[in-house]
């Protein structure tokens, strides 16, 4: 397709005039509906961090239920702020502190009422009759309407049910109501036949739970059974349905089933679909083109609603978090130019596309109308879109114009709602926002209609880093999916191979070995591995010990280039990793990617933190004397790694041992020594020298006991559970022959608790809570193993979670849509079941799942999640590490009584807190003592340099991994003081 023309520039800007013209009596109205209304938009106008606050205390407050809780946050939010409104706020917090009870209710009733008419101004109602109503009086002032159904997130099948009822019955009976409305020509007709007088826009999130961009099969067919009836009742009615786009993640799942539904048969002559295309993504135009040459190959058009784009500061966000290309313009101009461009092109193949411009800007708008001009197309072949309660000058002025209008209204109760409303007031105050230029600010036409073309852009500016976390792969993109299951299709083949020790650069074999199986199918055996006895330690040992001095003193210079070139091979292998730890370790696709990606980061981290750790420093700057310290490494360093992070955590604790100077024997798990083997190729690929790293698996009982024991091994660095963490503590501190006190660094286990407040978003927490009980099969040491409910919101949560969790996908490892796959081994599942059968005994089960007969038949080792409610906090069930899909709830009555409980253990590695009571979280920082508190987020995830990961108490020995401090614990330090004084006489020099 050929680029589009522009409109003359001249007709653009006297279009815009006269729309300026026509809303010009109407622009100080915009703001000030009501006083309080018009206050809110004043204060938050004017002071941005004010405004962040009251929006804050506008998200929380419908889920205060009680008059005293809402005062309570009133005065957590504001009291004692220097804040635009704070004479308004003393007079409502000094009622509530006077009058006591009484006071709190008039508080109450005044704010809450504040807050319903905010939200009745950008919402349509919290009923279907309340929001009919809004949609006739629309038609009358006419304006066509579309429809959105508000509500909590679909966290479960049976809500997606619920909602694909909701939206079938309000098709059904608007489309009873709609022939015996009023006629209104330009609503109820285009330039090519009759248009519905019922118009309602869904979103795909609504109708899935667990909609996985990596297996976009399974998911788009999951939408499409839940949107097929939709469409059936809407064609059946004469209904039209607009599907709505959302976040980037859900961007090409909402194109495919939308585009794969409109095909089949029974719609594929169907005019009465539409989807949103969102011009601010980087790549809209390459979806445009796509969704025009399908449209005209389909035969029949559908309707694109072109908007700007919602999520901006969430897409840019979440990109940086990621370390990913940002997928939207940065910049207004870029938009506003893409959204230009976008509405040529549109209006280019009307004959494919009916477009609808959804935009409060009245630059945007005008240059829709010339450019329609200029194609020659009807009035009626162009519709204008705006949001319920905004722009109402603009739409008033369009409608007097002769254009038609449609009002996207959204309704449903206040709770669910107030996201919306929420990401509505930080529309109408941003910056950039064409609302409070030309509304608020009053900006010139002149500056308001600037071709955005021609608008200078600079670069935003980048936070710059020594460090950045190696980003996870986007299985959004078909190329990075298509080369994950290249990869599991390459390394399948390969499974079932024989693998040696290595020592000093040898290749070993033994006698014993280890026979590794992929628990996912436990038939399938994924390496047979030479197993280490004691001999095979000691003669690793012994080369390790030959190697030291050598590693040690070629400095760190040259160690963390060597370091270098491993982080490379480990990005040069990422998906064949990946692949190994697929089968392997059991983990799903995103899970073991993650788990390459870590290994990366504690690479470049570590090979980094060494650079400026070892740096001779010259200490007391006297004349006359030199004192000169020094970092240097310890020796041997024995690695004894996990099975759950097999790749990340080993690599993380060999690469510090390494990048200090010292040398090592890595013993991997007896689980995963396949994984380990792979790591050995890249660290030898690399070029390190012989003896600097061995590889010897072998069993604990055997090779670890030795490694633990041995006296020329100077540090354990360990990573397990804590029982066998405190037995080799107590036994590498007394090894008969020993030169030196051996150093144990060791990361144990956890029983770890996630808060939920009586405030929490229980949307956000559900979720939360499911990423960190769930993921991996809860085989993570920072897994949330206990969730404490307080107050009223107990009950509701552990519904939400049973019903939840009762639909999360199982399945084998490799399956790109699997969200639970298998434990690792048969000891494993069968000790989680004994802890389901103790649970079925002592608590109430709210969630055991039926055993699913496909699965058995994979022969692999699953374990379905469990949930018990009404745990007692002092029974096995809430106080051991289970490292299983097994997740206790139980209820407490205060705040305190939740922290007393989720601090009561031994352990203390993770914990997580969902509040958003401003003193509670504070409370929280100070009280919840663990080594990583999560706060409003799930508890697993951590990323090196950023969330240093380690635990206190019984859960943890020493600085946390991946942290500024980790590294201390390799080294020994020593001091080389000279005197420089000669017959009397000192050298000028300080230092030398």
């Known amino acids: 397709m050929a680029m589009s023309v522009r409109p003359d520039e001249a007709r653009v800007q006297e279009i815009g005039r006269e729309l300026f013209e026509r809303v010009a009596a109407e622009r100080q109205a915009f703001y000030s509906a009501d006083r309080w209304t018009a206050a809110l938009f004043s204060w938050s106008l004017q002071h941005e961090d004010a405004k962040l606050q009251l929006f804050r205390f506008v998200d929380v407050l419908p889920a205060l239920d009680s008059d005293r809780d809402l005062v309570r946050h009133l005065r957590e939010y504001f009291e004692g702020r220097d804040v635009p409104y704070a004479g308004l706020l003393r007079t409502a917090l000094g009622v509530a502190r006077v009058a006591g009870r009484l006071g709190d209710a008039v508080v109450g009733v005044m704010l809450r009422e504040t807050v319903r008419r905010l939200a009745r101004r950008f919402i349509a109602g919290s009923t279907p009759a309340q929001a009919r109503r809004a949609a006739l009086d629309a038609r009358r002032a006419g304006q066509a309407f579309t429809l959105d159904l508000l509500g909590e997130a679909c966290l479960s099948d049976a809500e997606a049910d619920v909602y694909q009822a909701r939206y079938v019955d309000l098709v059904q009976t608007l489309g009873r109501e709609a022939p015996h409305w009023p006629s209104a020509p330009r609503l109820d007709s285009a330039p090519w036949g009759p248009l519905p007088r019922v118009n309602v826009s869904v979103k795909i999130s ?43 993640r859900l961007r090409e799942l909402t194109l495919k089933s939308f585009m794969e539904l409109a095909d089949e048969p029974e719609f594929r002559h169907e005019r009465n679909l539409g989807i949103v295309l969102q011009a601010y993504l980087k790549d809209a135009e390459a979806d445009a ?76 708008i005008a240059h829709a109308l010339a450019a329609r001009e200029a194609r020659g197309l009807p009035q009626g072949a162009l519709e204008f879109q705006a949001l319920y309660g905004m722009a109402q000058p603009l739409v008033r002025a369009l409608t007097e114009r002769g254009e038609r209008v449609r009002i996207y209204m959204p309704f449903g109760e206040l709770i669910p709602g107030m996201a919306y409303l929420v990401r509505r007031l930080l529309e109408n105050t941003s910056n950039e926002s064409f609302l409070r230029r030309g509304f608020a600010e009053h900006e010139s036409p002149e500056a308001l209609l600037a071709d955005p073309e021609r608008i200078p852009v600079a670069p935003p500016p980048r936070d710059t880093h020594d460090f950045e976390n190696e980003p996870y792969a986007d299985f959004t993109r078909a190329a990075v999916r298509d080369d994950f299951a290249a990869a599991l299709a390459a390394v399948r083949p390969r499974l079932g191979g024989n693998y040696p020790l290595v020592i000093d650069g040898q290749r070993v074999q033994t006698t014993e070995r280890l026979v590794s199986v992929n628990p996912s199918r436990a038939g399938e055996v994924v390496g047979r591995v030479a197993a280490a006895g004691a001999a095979e330690i000691d003669r690793a040992v012994a080369a390790a010990a030959r190697a030291f001095a050598a590693w040690r003193d070629a400095g760190a210079e040259a160690r963390a280039a060597a370091l270098g070139r491993v982080a490379a091979g480990l990005r040069e292998r990422r998906y064949t990793l990946a692949a190994w730890i697929v089968f392997e370790a059991g983990k799903p696709w995103a899970e073991a990617d993650a788990d390459v990606a870590e290994a990366i980061d504690f690479v470049e981290y570590y090979r980094a933190q060494a650079r400026e750790l070892q740096r001779p420093l010259t200490l007391g700057r006297r004349r006359g004397e030199v004192n000169h310290y020094t970092r240097e490494a310890r020796g041997v360093v ?46 030898e690929a690399a070029g390190l020298p012989p003896g600097v790293v061995n590889y010897a698996p ?19 660095a360990f990573t397990g559970s804590q029982e066998v963490g405190t037995r080799l503590y107590a036994t590498a501190a007394a090894t008969p022959g020993a030169r030196m006190l051996k150093r144990v660094v060791a990361e144990m286990g956890g029983k770890n608790a996630i808060i939920v407040d009586d405030d929490a978003d229980l949307d956000e927490a559900v979720q939360g809570i499911l990423a960190s009980a769930f993921g991996y099969a809860g085989q993570k040491c920072s897994a949330c193993s206990r969730v404490i409910g307080v107050g009223r919101v107990y009950p509701r949560l552990v519904e939400r979670l049973a019903e939840a969790a009762r639909t999360l996908p199982m399945g084998p490892a490799e399956a790109p849509g699997t969200i639970v796959g298998p434990v690792i081994d048969e000891a494993s599942r069968e000790r989680i079941l004994s802890y389901i059968d103790l649970g ?31 745990v007692p906090p002092t029974c096995a069930l809430a106080r051991e590490e289970i490292f299983g899909p097994v997740l206790s709830c139980m209820p407490a009555a205060t705040f305190e009584e939740a922290l007393a409980i989720a601090t009561g253990l031994d352990y203390a590695l993770t914990g997580g807190v969902f509040s958003r009571s401003p003193v509670r979280l504070a409370r929280a920082r100070q009280a919840f003592r663990v080594g990583n508190l999560y706060i409003n987020r799930a508890t697993t995830g951590a990323r090196v340099g950023r969330q240093p990961f380690g635990g206190r108490q019984l859960s943890g020995i020493g600085w946390q991994a991946g942290g500024p401090d980790y590294l201390v614990q390799f080294i020994e330090t020593r001091v080389v003081t000279e005197n420089t004084l000669r017959r009397g006489f000192a050298s000028n020099e300080l230092t030398r």
């Open 289 to 364: 083109r796509r969704l025009i040459a399908w449209a005209s190959r389909r035969g029949t058009p559908v309707s694109v609603r072109l908007v700007k784009g919602a999520y901006w500061d969430y897409e840019t966000a979440h990109a940086e978090l990621e370390h990913w290309p940002v997928p939207v313009f940065e910049t207004k101009p870029e938009t506003d130019a893409s959204f230009e461009r976008l509405t040529r092109l549109f209006l280019e193949h009307a004959e494919a596309i009916d477009l609808a411009v959804g935009s409060h800007n009245i630059r945007s």
């Open 840 to 870: 079925k005994r002592l608590a109430r089960p709210v969630l055991l799942r039926e055993p699913d007969r496909a699965l058995d038949a994979l022969g692999g080792y699953y374990v379905a999640p469990a949930i018990f409610a009404d």
């Open 698 to 716: 072998g069993r604990g009982e055997v090779a670890g006991d030795r490694l633990v024991r041995h006296p020329d091994v100077s540090l354990i």
């Open 206 to 248: 609504a109708l899935h739970p667990w909609l996985e961009p990596a297996d976009p099969a399974g998911s788009t067919a999951a939408v499409k059974t839940r949107l097929r009836p939709i469409l059936e009742a809407a064609r059946a009615r004469g209904a039209h349905i607009h599907v709505d786009m959302e976040d980037r």
């Open 638 to 683: 024995g690695v004894i790694a996990p099975w759950n992070f097999p790749l990340a955590i080993l690599t993380g604790m060999t690469s510090a041992a390494l990048a200090t100077g010292n040398t090592v024997v890595m013993k991997p798990a007896e689980q995963t020594p396949v994984i380990a083997a792979q790591l050995m190729e890249v660290f």
